[in-house]
């Protein structure tokens, strides 16, 4: 079984403009969830998508967003970029999103110039 | 909290040893942990977990123990390889239903010297 997938792997921007970053969960998977890593803040979470709709959201401005498809593929997208949002940003999919353990992508590389 | 990580505490082993990784959490109301290992360049990857009702889970050569009381979560590696060097976080999940939130820790760099 495939893990899940991130495209693109590295991408390089200037400040402000945007950018939307894919992610294919594990097949059968039907909660995406989506990380941003950075070394002063390490792992923190974005927001979660279960079946098109969002149903957890951590504490980021509203230039981050994001979208799930009907067959569970999840995009999210980031206006306006800023020099802080130069990070990792890691997708991970789990069965239902409950509390179970999630499996994450191997991420995307955003630097933004 | 949220997870903090300017410096990353540091663990240096030699191959053969047994390693153990700390972690301290913050939610009294986690009901659910889980241990990542994050190789360079890669997404974390999933080690073992544990859930509140427990205080010992073991699976091969890790073993996850968990203390309530003090809110104290540990990782322990038997017979360290060195290609168990990555960086090792521990995450909780609060109590209630998550969504696909974890709080991870900072994080812990292993080096294992052969």
């Known amino acids: 079984k495939a893990g899940v997938t991130q495209t693109p792997r590295y991408l390089i921007k200037t400040r402000g403009q945007q950018v939307t970053l894919s992610c294919s969960p594990i097949?059968?998977?039907?909660?995406v969830s989506w990380y941003q890593q950075t070394p002063g803040q390490g792992l923190q979470f974005l927001f979660e998508y279960f079946s098109e709709t969002q149903r957890n959201k951590g504490n980021f401005p509203g230039r981050f967003s994001g979208r799930q498809f009907s067959n569970s593929r999840s995009e999210m997208n980031v206006s306006t970029l800023e020099l802080g949002d130069s990070a990792l940003y890691l997708c991970?999919?789990?069965?239902?999103?409950?509390?179970?353990?999630?499996?994450f992508g191997s991420g995307t590389q955003l630097s933004v110039l | 909290g949220e997870s903090v990580g300017l410096h990353l505490p540091t663990l240096s082993v030699q191959e053969g040893d047994n390693s153990i990784i700390n972690c301290a959490y913050s939610?009294?109301?986690?009901?659910?942990f889980i241990w990542y290992k994050q190789e360079s360049g890669k997404g974390p990857q999933f080690i073992i977990d544990?859930?509140?009702?427990?205080d010992k889970r073991q699976g091969q050569r890790v073993t996850v123990l968990l203390n309530k009381t003090v809110k104290h979560l540990s990782l322990q590696i038997a017979a360290t390889q060195p290609g168990d060097s990555a960086v090792y976080f521990c995450?909780?999940?609060?109590?209630?239903?998550?969504?696909?939130?974890?709080?991870f820790g900072q994080g812990t760099i292993l080096t294992v010297h052969p």
């Open positions: 939610n009294s109301a986690s009901d659910y």
């Open positions: 991970a999919s789990s069965s239902q999103g409950g509390n179970e353990k999630l499996f």
């Open positions: 995450a909780e999940v609060g109590g209630g239903t998550s969504y696909g939130k974890l709080t």
């Open positions: 544990i859930r509140s009702n427990m």
């Open positions: 097949s059968g998977h039907r909660s």
